[in-house]
């Protein structure tokens, strides 16, 4: 049976409708986060992959639960950062 409180969560941050389009963070600012990121764990605890949620309004419930910080990396670097344009 799934907990109460997680259920809550993750219904509260559907209801916010709060959710960046694919494809469209910045990729400096992300950068400027992820230095920023390690004070904000050191002091919340929050996962790399909740705290990026929370940071730039994405509604990811794969980046919200998981605990492997590489694979959230990989996750928003696929999804969420915007894809570079070739110059020419």
Request: aromatic letters at 12%; one cysteine or more; proline letters at 2%.
């Amino acid at each position: 049976m799934f907990n109460k409180s997680v259920i809550g969560q993750l219904w509260q941050h559907h209801a916010s409708g709060i959710t960046a389009p694919v494809n469209s963070i910045d990729r400096r600012q992300y950068q400027q986060w992820t230095r920023e990121y390690v004070w904000q764990a050191l002091r919340n605890g929050k996962s790399f992959g909740r705290a990026f949620c929370e940071q730039f309004g994405v509604l990811d419930n794969h980046l919200l639960w998981e605990r492997d910080h590489r694979r959230c990396e990989n996750i928003i670097e696929t999804t969420w950062l915007m894809k570079s344009q070739p110059t020419g």
